[in-house]
């Protein structure tokens, strides 16, 4: 699913219309990375986690000559799935109840 399939999926499950559904999704997508990249954790209890995360710097290797090389260190985003999200998984499809709003 892309990003105009899930506008649409979340205008038709709202009520609302493409626009608006657009609208909000964008705008979660700001919160979100603005929280994540100040450093901050968003987290949708059941659902979902995003959380800033600094990986090391450490030695690898170049695959092709093999020649050890710096990876310096870097900040990046780890994302955890939440219990409700892994059961519908399980489940085979759809969420275990509609959220209640």
Not at 36 to 45: E, R, T
Request: charged share 20%; with cysteine; aromatic share 4%.
């Amino acid at each position: 699913m892309n990003k105009s399939e899930l506008t649409a999926a979340v205008a038709e499950a709202a009520g609302v219309s493409n626009k608006d559904a657009g609208a909000c999704l964008d705008a979660f997508c700001d919160v979100v990375a603005g929280e994540v990249a100040g450093g901050g954790k968003v987290s949708i209890p059941g659902w979902l986690s995003f959380e800033h995360t600094t990986r090391a710097a450490r030695m690898a290797r170049n695959p092709r000559t093999g020649d050890p090389i710096q990876v310096p260190a870097k900040a990046a985003v780890k994302i955890k799935a939440g219990a409700k999200l892994k059961n519908a998984v399980a489940a085979g499809g759809g969420a275990e109840e509609p959220a209640a709003y």
